[in-house]
């Protein structure tokens, strides 16, 4: 896009719609040339972004940061919907494993926004 024969190739200036100044600064610090950390204040919107802009390497990372963020359960899930890693929801599914586990969860805001698929996962991981 930016060395191609397409009009941007031939700009000084490129517009991205739809994307936060400060969002897009997050991104590119996490790629280059520092590489950044990933973290729960940043990790929605690099989620968003890298996926928006298909970035794999940078996505595996949000996953890593997933795994072990301080978001609540609920949250985790959501986003590991949200963005289809299906192993990610597995594994974060298995970690409730008592009816008390999943009352806790449920009382969680973002709960009401899992899909069926994401409460099965979950209803399947708890021994009753």
Do not use: H
């Amino acid at each position: 896009m930016f060395r191609s024969e397409f009009k941007e190739g031939r700009e000084d200036e490129i517009v991205i719609e739809d994307v936060e100044y400060e969002e897009m600064i997050e991104l590119l610090a996490v790629i280059y040339p520092s590489n950044a950390p990933i973290n729960a204040w940043n990790l929605k919107s690099i989620l968003k972004l890298a996926d928006r802009f298909i970035m794999p390497a940078v996505l595996e990372r949000c996953k890593k940061e997933l795994r072990i963020s301080t978001l609540n359960g609920a949250q985790k899930l959501l986003l590991a919907q949200m963005y289809n890693f299906e192993d990610l929801q597995m594994e974060l599914a298995q970690q409730y494993k008592t009816a008390e586990d999943a009352k806790k969860l449920k009382s969680e805001p973002e709960y009401n926004q899992l899909d069926q698929k994401t409460r099965a996962l979950l209803f399947d991981s708890i021994n009753y």
